[in-house]
Every structure is written in structure tokens, then in C-alpha cells.
């Protein structure tokens, strides 16, 4: 028996009945023989940790663009904070560990360079409309490998593709939104679990709101300090899903309320505050003077993505993906070099 059987052969025997078995994987878009030491969801982890676009998320916002500070989160730090989370949750409820890392390291590979000011301009100026979540999707299908994508399983990338809440609700209303498994509805949770709280703890740090505006009807219920809110989150998801014997992955309905609340307040004081609209504004002009000069040189794009066709809806895919794909610092360097005056150098 190889290393990869006898991990089955344990995840049979430990993991929750509802939980979702490597070994019965609906598999891969195109056939790949097994791995004798890594699951389906192990090689699909370290597919996801080895690709380009996943070192990109280190330079890329989470709330604050291009920041400064040693300590302000990133894209990167964000989705470690969700396996993290999810993964604590995941064994506590004895659900397939390996698949909730999967999906969370892979669930944000398509933000935009200035976090959801990015995605707000790209869905203005793309023809086709833009969405992360789909953008993720494509970039493990398509992007990555020069072309032939990370050829996940089919499980990873259903959780990708439904993570994305925004204003919505952590379980969406159709259940066709929803992730078929339940490690999947778990990351869909963690992901919200992470960043109201991170954010808010940059928010802080960054001096846009000071400890005293956080509501008191918030604190009361979930806590004061950064780590106490996470600790009655995480056991307040793993205390709901044992009562329903892992038929509801969720939070309770006292501190749904209170995590919803403590979103709008996010959305309020944080996301759409003068501070970062600010800056939002800057960088919508950024990515637009972007879009419009990549789509009149479309052959610099070449060099990096290659066309699918040579149509106008392609050049306009094209400069999607490559201006999607771009880091913070990579956007404002090029935009510097294309639209500044370049400072005169005598040699």
C-alpha cells in the first residue's frame, strides 16, 4: 500500500461521515495519474502555494493600497489567516483538513492590484464584467502554466468559485451559490471570520477609527481585543455545527447578528470612508489610464498572456488579465514609466 492509500484508508477512518473524502474526489477537467505519497487535495495545495499568482498576493492590498507598515495585512497574509481559521475549525469538526487549505490559499488568486477598488474599476471597463471569485477560477484554469492552468480537482474549485460574499449573506439564499461540501461552506465563513476582523485591527492601527467608535453592543457580545473576537467566533462555529450534527455550517444567530453588524460598521467607517475613497479615486484613474493603453498595445500584453483568439473581445480578455494580475507596486511602477516624465540622468 503507497502513502497516498494509507491516508485514504485514515481519512476513512477518522473523518465525519458528511465530510468529504479525498478518495472520492470527483476528480480533474483532464485526466492525471495518482500521486503514491499526496492526495487529490494535498497536490492541489502545493499546485496553488508553488504558482506565480499566489506569490503575488504578498504585493497585493487588502484595505490599505500599497502600504507601508511591516504589519499592515496583505492578500497574502489575509488568506493564511483563513486557513488558519478554517483549518483549527476543519479538525475540530473532523472535516478534510487538506481541502479546506486547498480552497483557502487558492480563493482570492484573482484580486486586482488596490483590493476591491481594483475589482470595482475592471467591472466598469471590461466588457464582460469582473468578478475575483470567477477571476480565480480562470486563473487556475487558464492562466497559470503558460496557458494549461493547475488542473485542480473539481471539489477546490467549487469552493473557490463561491467564497465571495461582498454584501451578501455568509449562506446565500440560493442554494446554487452555495459550495457542495461542507469544507467549502466552512472557508465561505472563515473567509468573513478573517477579515472583519483583521481589517478592523489595521483600521485601528491606521489610525482611521480609534477602539471607542467600535459600537459597545459589538464588544459586548464578541469581545475587545483581536484575539478574544476570533476565539468566540471559532467556538461559536464549531458548537452550532456539532448541535446540528454538520448539517449547518454557520454562526449563531446572536453572533451572526453581531458579525453582520460588525461588517456594516467595516463598511461604514472603514471600506467607504473619505480616507480610502480618497484613494480610491487615484487609483481608479491608475487602472483606467492602464486598460486604455494596454488595449492599443496589446502585443506588450503578449508577452506575458497569450490570446486566446484575435478578436476585439479577446485583446479586451487579454488586458483584463493582465492588469487583474498585476501587484500594487507593479501597477503604480508601470504607470509611472508609461504616463510620468522620467527624471534626466547624465551619465
Known amino acids: 500500500m503507497n502513502i497516498r492509500k494509507q491516508t485514504e ?32 487535495f494535498q497536490r492541489d495545495r502545493d499546485r496553488i502555494i508553488h504558482s506565480k499568482a499566489f506569490r503575488r498576493l504578498k504585493h497585493k492590498t487588502q484595505v490599505f493600497l500599497a502600504p507601508r507598515g511591516d504589519h499592515y495585512r496583505t492578500r497574502l497574509t489575509h488568506v493564511l489567516e483563513v486557513s488558519q481559521i478554517a483549518r483549527t475549525i476543519a479538525r475540530a469538526l473532523r472535516l478534510n483538513e487538506d481541502l479546506v487549505e486547498a480552497i483557502a490559499l487558492g480563493h482570492d488568486l484573482g484580486h486586482t492590484p488596490f483590493g476591491h477598488a ?26 497559470e502554466k503558460n496557458g494549461s492552468g493547475l488542473n485542480l480537482t473539481y471539489e477546490v474549485r467549487d469552493g473557490i468559485g463561491k467564497h ?7 449562506r446565500p439564499d440560493d442554494i446554487a451559490d452555495a459550495p457542495e461540501t461542507l469544507e467549502g461552506k466552512l472557508v465561505r465563513l472563515t473567509d468573513i471570520i478573517a477579515y472583519v476582523n483583521h481589517d478592523l485591527d489595521d483600521a485601528l492601527r491606521a489610525g482611521v477609527i480609534k477602539k471607542s467608535d467600535v459600537p459597545k453592543d459589538i464588544t459586548k457580545i464578541i469581545g475587545d481585543s483581536y484575539s478574544r473576537k476570533i476565539d468566540v467566533m471559532v467556538r461559536d462555529v ?4 456539532q448541535d446540528s450534527g454538520l448539517s449547518f ?20 467607517r472603514v471600506y467607504e470612508s473619505t480616507v480610502i475613497m480618497q484613494e480610491f479615486h487615484k487609483t481608479k484613474a491608475i487602472l483606467k ?33 493582465f492588469i487583474a494580475g498585476m501587484t500594487d507596486s507593479f501597477a503604480l511602477m508601470t504607470y509611472e514609466r508609461l504616463f510620468l516624465p522620467q527624471q534626466w540622468t547624465v551619465l
Open 9 to 40: 484508508a485514515i481519512e476513512k477512518q477518522i473523518l465525519h461521515p458528511k465530510a468529504c473524502l479525498s478518495s472520492e474526489s470527483k476528480g480533474r477537467s483532464r485526466h492525471e495519474k495518482k500521486d503514491d505519497i499526496r492526495t487529490c
Open 118 to 143: 481594483g475589482e470595482l474599476v475592471l467591472r466598469e471597463l471590461y466588457p464582460g464584467g469582473f468578478d475575483h471569485y470567477r477571476q480565480s477560477l480562470r486563473v487556475v484554469d487558464f492562466l
Open 164 to 170: 465571495s460574499k461582498g454584501k451578501g449573506s455568509i
Open 238 to 241: 464549531i458548537k452550532t455545527a
Open 249 to 268: 455550517i454557520g454562526l449563531s444567530g446572536e453572533i451572526s447578528e453581531t458579525v453582520y453588524r460588525l461588517r456594516d460598521f467595516l463598511f461604514e
Open 289 to 321: 489610464a492602464l486598460y486604455e493603453y494596454y488595449l492599443d498595445h496589446t502585443e506588450e500584453v503578449y508577452r506575458d498572456i497569450a490570446p486566446e483568439s484575435n478578436n476585439s473581445a479577446d485583446r479586451h480578455r487579454m488586458v483584463c488579465d
